[in-house]
Structure formats: structure tokens, C-alpha cells
């Protein structure tokens, strides 16, 4: 809940250490509002070591004249050798911009990020108009090369529009022995 994750990009791309503080990290400059939030930690095997790796959830959301719809999701991956090392580092899009997080999925000790829409985004879809008869699912493979978890294979599906909403990114871990208990 208390850690600083590191150098961080923001927007206008000045840079500085994310440091949350009993899971919150608030910064107010230019007259932006930045917020962070974490949101969980969980834990499971994605190294094949047979030791759960941290799966760390922050949501981040930018407010100038206007917020960005539902933020920004950030998940990062550390294994637990002392010092914790961090092995994925990832940074969503944001409702309004598109490529937000629609879910986490671990099966056989592989992560897959589900994303909403064709991401990253091909410079002819930032158009004003949308077919809103079909969306897009971006679903990003990543594989453990032993010292980073690196993309794999990025896969595309058109899906009829069933008028889905993310309240949240869906997590599902597949492990035999589950998800382990983790405190926030």
C-alpha cells in the first residue's frame, strides 16, 4: 500500500517517481489533477518457479477541464526475490480514449490482458464516427522469458455489440490451487 513503483510519464510527459501512500498518490500541478489509486494484489505463479508472483492493480485518473472516463488501468507484475523485481510494468488506455482494461486472465501460468477495442489504436479509427453494431477485443499473450513477462501474440476479435459496460476489470485466475489470500 506504501511503495514507490518508480519513474512515471504523465501525460504532458514530465516524469517522476509514482510513490503511493496507504494506496493513494495525489498530485495537483498545472492545474491537473492526477490521482492514484490501488485497487489489488494478487497473487499467483506466473513464472513457473512454483512461488506466486505480485499482481498489482492501480487505477489512474487525469482531470484537467474535464476527467478521463474511468481512468487508466496500471498493473504491474513483481516477483518476490528480495528486492522485489518488477517483470511487467503495464499502462492502459482510458474509457474516453479507448484500450481501457476489460479484463486479467491467468491460465497455466500465462497472463493474458483483454483490452476494449483494436489497440494500439490504427490512425483511421480516431474518426467521429463509430459502428456501434460490433466492438473490438485486443487480447495480448505475454510469456515469462526469464527475467521479464514480454508480449507473445496480439489477437483481434470483432464481437456483436451486446451493450457492455465495464464496472471494472474482470480477473480470473485458473490455478489449480487458486489465487493466494492476500491483505490490502
Do not use: W
Not at 474535464?66 to 517483470?87: A, T
Not at 456501434?132 to 477485443?137: A, E, L, M, W
Request: aromatic fraction near 12%; glycine fraction near 8%.
Amino acid at each position: 500500500m506504501t511503495r514507490n513503483y518508480g519513474p512515471y510519464e504523465f501525460s504532458d510527459g514530465t516524469k517522476r517517481d509514482l510513490v503511493l501512500v496507504d494506496g493513494k498518490a495525489r498530485n495537483f500541478e498545472n492545474s491537473r489533477e492526477q490521482l492514484f489509486d490501488l485497487n489489488d494484489i494478487l497473487f499467483t505463479d506466473l513464472t513457473g518457479d512454483g512461488r506466486p508472483e505480485a499482481i498489482v492493480l492501480l487505477t489512474h485518473i487525469e482531470c484537467g477541464q474535464r476527467c478521463d472516463d474511468g481512468g487508466k488501468s496500471l498493473v504491474y507484475v513483481f516477483s518476490q526475490d528480495y528486492p522485489l523485481q518488477e517483470i511487467l510494468k503495464y499502462e492502459s488506455g482510458s474509457g474516453r480514449d479507448g484500450c481501457s482494461l476489460k479484463s486479467i486472465n491467468v491460465a497455466n501460468k500465462e497472463l493474458t490482458l483483454e483490452l476494449f477495442d483494436r489497440c494500439p489504436k490504427p490512425a483511421a479509427d480516431y474518426t467521429d464516427y463509430v459502428d456501434r453494431k460490433t466492438y473490438y477485443i485486443t487480447r495480448v499473450e505475454y510469456f515469462f522469458n526469464g527475467k521479464q513477462l514480454l508480449p507473445l501474440r496480439t489477437r483481434y476479435h470483432s464481437l456483436p455489440d451486446r451493450k457492455e459496460i465495464s464496472y471494472g476489470v474482470e480477473i480470473n485466475i485458473f490455478d489449480k490451487h487458486g489465487p493466494a489470500p492476500h491483505e490490502l
